[in-house]
């Protein structure tokens, strides 16, 4: 089954304050963290729910292998779009 592809624009309204849903992208698939206590409100330390945290995780202390505890409800499509 493919994953439905979301905008930068739809991931962030999904921040936790426009929306109930706080998700959050990473190597290109948009992960539900919606349900963890670590992001309540759409935020997680210095991180805002809504965003690609692509970037971002060489500064946190845990791995990516911490994606593997939510959901992947999509991906990201491209802000440039396809072409």
Excluded: C
């Amino acid at each position: 089954m493919e994953l439905p592809e979301f905008t930068p624009g739809q991931l962030a309204l999904r921040n936790g304050q426009d929306r109930d849903e706080i998700w959050v992208a990473y190597m290109g698939n948009i992960y539900d963290v919606s349900d963890s206590r670590l992001w309540r409100n759409g935020k997680h330390y210095e991180h805002w729910g809504g965003q690609d945290l692509t970037k971002e995780l060489s500064d946190a202390p845990h791995t990516a292998s911490v994606f593997n505890k939510f959901p992947i409800v999509g991906r990201l499509a491209s802000a440039t779009g396809r072409g």
